[in-house]
């Protein structure tokens, strides 16, 4: 970001692009993994602990 907006910090740099920062680009990538284990068929799907009833 730096390169392209010089001078520019980059929370603000990335407001400018209209881009989400890679804290949240990481955040919903992990959300999107573990919606993907949730599936039984999913090859990580036995690595989840048993759902528990509230």
């Known amino acids: ?5 010089c001078g520019m910090r980059y929370n603000d740099a990335t407001a400018t ?4 920062t890679l804290a949240d680009r ?7 993994l ?3 284990m949730q599936q039984t068929n999913h ?3 036995h ?3 048993p759902p528990q009833d509230m």
């Open 47 to 49: 690595l989840l602990p």
């Open 43 to 45: 090859k990580l799907h």
């Open 34 to 36: 573990f919606a993907r």
């Open 17 to 20: 692009a209209r881009m989400p």
């Open 1 to 5: 970001m730096r390169i392209i907006f």
């Open 26 to 32: 990481r955040e919903a990538l992990c959300r999107s």
